[in-house]
């Protein structure tokens, strides 16, 4: 099993014009600049965007420092005003535990 990618943080409450370049814009104008990817989920039968997604940074440190400084603060340039809904994983990746898988709550 492939070993899960550290410093990734799971973020809620996207709406429809929130591509992945708006949502990076968003970050690096707010100096998180150790974004790497980031993910749109889609859903499967629509194609349309699920409305959550995946930031990818470059490290675990980096992804936690951003998921506290930006949790609740309005995501830039949105209409109307929408806020940060982020959130890290609750499980460790153990590489020496083939079964174990990262856990997301999300924000309902």
Do not use: C
Not at 27 to 45: A, H, Q, R, T
């Amino acid at each position: 099993m492939p070993r899960v990618k550290e410093g990734v943080l799971w973020m809620g409450g996207l709406v429809d014009y929130m591509s992945e370049k708006f949502l990076l814009n968003a970050f690096k104008s707010l100096g998180e600049d150790d974004v790497e990817k980031i993910e749109i989920v889609k859903n499967k039968f629509t194609g349309e965007a699920a409305g959550y997604g995946f930031i990818y940074f470059d490290s675990d440190a980096s992804a936690l420092i951003a998921m506290h400084k930006l949790n609740g603060k309005i995501i830039p340039n949105s209409q109307p005003p929408v806020r940060f809904q982020l959130n890290h994983s609750s499980a460790q990746a153990s590489g020496n535990n083939p079964f174990s898988e990262r856990e997301y709550s999300i924000w309902v």
